[in-house]
């Protein structure tokens, strides 16, 4: 199999590379799994040196890539610029905050001494999408190396430059010999890396098809995985927000990185009261949007990552037409070149159309009006995924209520739903198990042993 690195603005083949073979992928895996006891054995100081050194590598070569991120998957510069600080930030952040999380716990019982240590487990497969494709790995990888282990990566097949890229980062971090490695594979190759012997545990960010799928192979050969799947957030505005200031978070919640993001918001559930007055702006706001080179400052809609991926987020969009939503702006493919789609809106949007029930990964926005907050609550829930969410009122204490009953990983008042190196991040239902982030991403990937000692 051939793997290519096409320019979603261009359409152009920018690079090609072959998939491995077998040996090259067993030697790999033989080097990485020899490589974990020496990484394991060193101090927190020590593991957290290179981590630091890897948020210099970032910052230092943020620019560099960006522009491979925009030319490999369309995001616009001025986001992959954010992104690359991300990763630094995010580095850093389990670089000083690992051996607090990871410390001995004393415990009373009645041995003389009991305690809980965490230990690692071994070597940690990473199956990593394309739309943040420096971020996600890096959420993963950080605390999961920072706790002793070493990783293997696969990444989507539109990234391999990426995919290379953070490899390379790695090395001229100074990380030992065959602590993070890439692997070029496509997805049958991987689904054999999960159940091979030399992987201890395995962690994917994608579709819940894909979940299903090595969350079943990881099951079979008694293996920890984390999934972080797909979502179709709802982004709830009560009677008694803030509708200006509210619809222009709203435009920058479905459109951040053209709506190719799990916890962006999705379904747009509107109190009757402001509907009209919060879709009347926020078609105003999405129609200031013009697309362009997405290097420019003043771009603001990119293509999407591909050709395909625009043609099935269309397919749903006829769909839920036919079945009765109404076209506010938008539908339709642009220019005559790269995988670009017009920032869509749809209103009427009920159950059972596509823009409800399924994830819509793209730049096309479903309102729902719902006749109060109950409603609200119910339709919120109404959804097979459960990601995130948010809530928009002048009421926090309202808010608070509300966000309590959703039922998702994550649920923001007045905010933009966001994935922070501090707070837990994962969902519920089809949209995975496990968390990644704060003390308890770190705590996923390792042994929690008891000690007794008399």
């Known amino acids: 199999m051939t793997m290519r690195s096409i320019n979603p603005a261009t359409g152009q083949t920018v690079q090609s590379f072959s998939t491995w073979q077998t040996d090259q992928i067993n030697a790999v895996l ?24 890897l948020a210099q590598v970032f910052r230092q070569q943020r620019d560099e890539y960006a522009h491979l991120i925009t030319d490999e998957m369309g995001k616009l510069f001025k986001e992959a610029l954010a992104e690359i600080e991300k990763c630094a930030m995010g580095c850093d952040y389990y670089a000083g905050h690992a051996q607090s999380y990871l410390m001995d716990e004393v415990i009373t019982s009645d041995a003389s001494r009991s305690l809980v240590v965490y230990q690692p487990l071994g070597t940690l497969f990473c199956i990593m999408p394309w739309n ?89 050969h008694l293996k920890k995985c984390v999934l972080e799947l797909g979502g179709s957030d709802p982004f709830i505005v009560l009677h008694d927000a803030d509708i200006e200031w509210t619809a222009k978070q709203a435009v920058f919640a ?12 999705k379904r747009f559930i509107l109190v009757e009261a402001i509907a009209d007055s919060f879709i009347e702006q926020f078609k105003a706001l999405v129609s200031q949007l013009h697309s362009g080179d997405p290097k420019a400052d003043a771009t603001g809609i990119a293509p999407m990552a591909r050709p395909d991926l625009r043609t099935e987020l269309h397919a749903q969009v006829e769909r839920s037409l036919a079945l009765g939503a109404r076209l506010v702006i938008g539908g339709s493919f642009m220019g ?11 209103d009427q949007v009920r159950p059972g159309m596509p823009a409800f029930d399924e994830e819509l990964f793209g730049p096309v926005a479903a309102m729902v009006r719902v006749k109060n907050e109950d409603e609200a609550r119910q339709l919120a829930n109404l959804t097979q995924f459960g990601l995130g969410g948010s809530v928009w009122t002048k009421d926090t204490v309202r808010g608070e209520a509300l966000a309590r009953r ?18 837990p991040f994962g969902g519920v239902k089809d949209s995975g198990y496990g968390r990644e982030l704060s003390y308890h991403g770190i705590r996923e990937f390792v042994n929690i042993k008891t000690l007794w000692i008399k």
Not at 254 to 265: D, E, L, T, V
Not at 412 to 419: L, T, W, Y
């Open 30 to 53: 033989n080097q990485v799994e020899s490589a974990q006891t020496g990484w394991a054995a060193l101090s927190f100081e020590q593991r957290a040196q290179f981590m630091h050194n």
């Open 132 to 220: 943040f494709p420096f971020w996600q790995l890096v959420r993963a990888a950080a605390p999961a190396m920072m706790a002793g282990n070493t990783v293997v990566l696969k990444h989507a097949s539109n990234v391999p430059r990426c995919a290379l890229a953070l490899e390379a980062a790695f090395q001229q971090a100074g990380f030992p010999e065959n602590t993070f490695r890439t692997l070029m594979i496509d997805a049958e190759q991987a689904e054999a890396v999960v159940a091979d012997q030399r992987i201890a545990a395995v962690t994917l960010t994608g579709s819940s098809a894909a979940g299903r799928k090595v969350a079943a192979i990881a099951g079979q």
């Open 254 to 265: 479905r459109f951040q990185n053209m709506g190719q993001s799990c916890i962006a918001a």
């Open 336 to 346: 005559e070149q790269g995988a670009y789609y017009a920032p869509t809106i749809l």
């Open 406 to 423: 959703i039922h998702a990983g994550c649920v923001f008042v007045n905010g933009i739903v966001k994935s922070d190196p501090r707070l």
